[in-house]
């Protein structure tokens, strides 16, 4: 397996793609206006291993406030590079350019107008000017990276396409990849090569799909960036390490991406020996998946592992390009060390994570940032508790998919493949979901868990004519 050749990007101490290692990084839950939390934070990522930390930037204060937690930490001898994240305001990403390392952009929000899922006509002209508009404000933000030696990552998340690109794509690999070029082709035009791509879906089929078709689609036009990997909205705990693992673990062991995230509903440090793991693993797993057994459209995977979570993500990087691509529909998984039923429940949760075969509930929840303004995990556990006992009581509760979005950057978009979901509205404040609608908005915090699972209740398929419910 070789690693797809890209062109190294200078990221203030610290060099990604080329031949230089695959970095791992996370993200700050902390706010950004809160100096002292976000550099004790930083330093506990950063402690573990993380080569990046990003902090999100919702306005100009929390963007001039990364000089000041930048100064804090280099004082501290941390000269790890910091990331702005910046949705919704393309005048702060011009502010964050002054004082991070690189400014990650999403090409979903950063001139388009938020997303309400509408169906917009354009002609072929009308469609060349809204794409004249990115360039018009693009290019002063690019100069300024210039002339600060600030990187750049043009960040495509699935769940915040613009209605623009869905009205003219779809909700496709095709449009994911064409809201990324429209940036890049600018980039490439100005003479910016300080860039990072990434594209990321909490589908781990959509996303894969997208990187490849990404990585074909620039190298017809000769664009060498390099990637960085991630599946959003992962969750927690082993189902979380699986998901990540099936998605990024399916593109490392095919060469691709130069920086990882594996995003999970957890504090962020937790995220980095995860992450160090998958770049570990990939000569074993990559020639381990050329070497699969495959009979009957069974994929057969032994082992011999003593740590569960080695063996969890193991199999699930094995075996996520095998199964997303259709190689084989089901898995058998042996492990010397563990016993059948956690073998099979192991082989299960990868066949969800791959889109292949769904056994239990699934929990689409993001890993929490500055912008979430709830208890992020205490609902995740909350709601899990509920779902669980519903379950018992009803089979439907059993194989719902829910979404827990600490607010609405990706919430409702990552919904789609979601029954029901939970996000983030302000301060204390919750809004339900069904799919991508809103059916009740700014609930307080303190019931809202139960009103969600009383608007499930409420909203179970009826019993047909004739028949009637026990």
Same mark, same amino acid.
């Given at each position: 397996?070789?690693?797809?050749?890209?062109?190294?990007?200078?990221?203030?101490?610290?060099?990604?793609?080329?031949?230089?290692?695959?970095?791992?990084?996370?993200?700050?839950?902390?706010?950004?206006?809160?100096?002292?939390?976000?550099?004790?934070? /930083?330093?506990?990522?950063?402690? /573990?291993?993380?080569?990046?930390?990003?902090?999100?930037?919702?306005?100009?204060?929390?963007?001039?406030?990364?000089?000041?937690?930048?100064?804090?930490?280099?004082?501290?001898?941390?000269?790890?590079?910091?990331?702005?994240?910046?949705?919704?305001?393309?005048?702060?990403?011009?502010?964050?350019?002054?004082?991070?390392?690189?400014?990650?952009?999403?090409?979903?929000?950063?001139?388009?107008?938020?997303?309400?899922?509408?169906?917009?006509?354009?002609?072929?002209?009308?469609?060349?000017?809204?794409?004249?508009?990115?360039?018009?404000?693009?290019?002063?933000?690019?100069?300024?990276?210039?002339?600060?030696?600030?990187?750049?990552?043009?960040?495509?998340?699935?769940?915040?396409?613009?209605?623009?690109?869905?009205?003219?794509?779809?909700?496709?690999?095709?449009?994911?990849?064409?809201?990324?070029?429209?940036?890049?082709?600018?980039?490439?035009?100005?003479?910016?090569?300080?860039?990072?791509?990434?594209?990321?879906?909490?589908?781990?089929?959509?996303?894969?799909?997208?990187?490849?078709?990404?990585?074909?689609?620039?190298?017809?036009?000769?664009?060498?960036?390099?990637?960085?990997?991630?599946?959003?909205?992962?969750?927690?705990?082993?189902?979380?390490?699986?998901?990540?693992?099936?998605?990024?673990?399916?593109?490392?062991?095919?060469?691709?991406?130069?920086?990882?995230?594996?995003?999970?509903?957890?504090?962020?440090?937790?995220?980095?020996?995860?992450?160090?793991?998958?770049?570990?693993?990939?000569?074993?797993?990559?020639?381990?998946?050329?070497?699969?057994?495959?009979?009957?459209?069974?994929?057969?995977?032994?082992?011999?592992?003593?740590?569960?979570?080695?063996?969890?993500?193991?199999?699930?990087?094995?075996?996520?390009?095998?199964?997303?691509?259709?190689?084989?529909?089901?898995?058998?998984?042996?492990?010397?060390?563990?016993?059948?039923?956690?073998?099979?429940?192991?082989?299960?949760?990868?066949?969800?994570?791959?889109?292949?075969?769904?056994?239990?509930?699934?929990?689409?929840?993001?890993?929490?940032?500055?912008?979430?303004?709830?208890?992020?995990?205490?609902?995740?556990?909350?709601?899990?508790?509920?779902?669980?006992?519903?379950?018992?009581?009803?089979?439907?509760?059993?194989?719902?998919?829910?979404?827990?979005?600490?607010?609405?950057?990706?919430?409702?978009?990552?919904? /789609?493949?979601?029954?029901?979901?939970?996000?983030?509205?302000?301060?204390?404040?919750?809004?339900?979901?069904?799919?991508?609608?809103?059916?009740?908005?700014?609930?307080?915090?303190?019931?809202?868990?139960?009103?969600?699972?009383?608007?499930?209740?409420?909203?179970?398929?009826?019993?047909?004519?004739?028949?009637?419910?026990?």
């Amino acid at each position: 397996m070789q690693r797809r050749l890209t062109t190294p990007t200078k990221v203030g101490n610290i060099i990604i793609g080329g031949d230089a290692p695959i970095r791992v990084q996370s993200m700050n839950t902390t706010n950004t206006n809160d100096t002292e939390a976000c550099v004790a934070q /930083a330093k506990r990522i950063i402690d /573990a291993g993380g080569e990046l930390v990003r902090l999100t930037t919702q306005g100009s204060r929390e963007a001039e406030n990364m000089k000041n937690i930048s100064a804090a930490l280099k004082a501290e001898g941390y000269m790890t590079p910091l990331v702005a994240d910046v949705h919704f305001n393309a005048n702060v990403a011009d502010v964050a350019a002054l004082y991070c390392e690189k400014v990650r952009v999403n090409p979903g929000n950063y001139v388009d107008p938020a997303r309400v899922f509408k169906k917009l006509e354009y002609t072929d002209e009308e469609y060349a000017q809204e794409v004249q508009k990115i360039r018009d404000r693009f290019v002063p933000f690019l100069n300024i990276c210039k002339e600060h030696n600030t990187a750049v990552r043009i960040g495509v998340n699935h769940g915040s396409l613009s209605d623009r690109i869905m009205s003219r794509y779809g909700d496709t690999p095709a449009g994911i990849v064409e809201s990324c070029l429209e940036f890049l082709r600018i980039c490439r035009d100005e003479d910016f090569q300080n860039v990072v791509i990434s594209i990321k879906a909490s589908n781990t089929v959509v996303m894969v799909q997208s990187v490849r078709l990404l990585v074909e689609k620039m190298n017809e036009e000769d664009m060498h960036y390099p990637l960085h990997l991630g599946v959003t909205e992962a969750g927690e705990g082993e189902d979380g390490r699986i998901k990540s693992a099936v998605g990024i673990g399916a593109l490392l062991t095919e060469g691709i991406g130069d920086t990882i995230r594996v995003s999970l509903s957890e504090e962020p440090e937790c995220e980095i020996p995860v992450a160090k793991k998958l770049v570990s693993f990939i000569p074993e797993c990559a020639e381990k998946r050329e070497n699969a057994r495959i009979e009957n459209g069974t994929l057969y995977l032994d082992f011999n592992e003593s740590s569960l979570e080695d063996l969890q993500l193991k199999a699930a990087m094995t075996a996520g390009a095998l199964l997303i691509d259709g190689k084989a529909k089901d898995l058998v998984i042996t492990n010397t060390q563990h016993p059948s039923p956690i073998t099979q429940e192991l082989a299960d949760s990868i066949l969800q994570a791959a889109r292949v075969k769904f056994t239990k509930t699934e929990y689409i929840s993001c890993p929490g940032c500055g912008r979430t303004l709830y208890d992020l995990q205490g609902t995740i556990a909350r709601i899990k508790a509920a779902i669980k006992a519903k379950s018992a009581e009803n089979p439907r509760f059993a194989t719902l998919k829910i979404g827990i979005m600490g607010c609405i950057v990706n919430g409702p978009g990552e919904m /789609a493949d979601a029954d029901y979901g939970y996000v983030g509205a302000g301060p204390g404040k919750i809004s339900l979901y069904k799919n991508k609608v809103c059916v009740e908005k700014s609930i307080p915090e303190a019931n809202a868990v139960e009103k969600l699972i009383e608007f499930i209740e409420n909203d179970a398929p009826q019993p047909p004519k004739g028949e009637h419910s026990i």
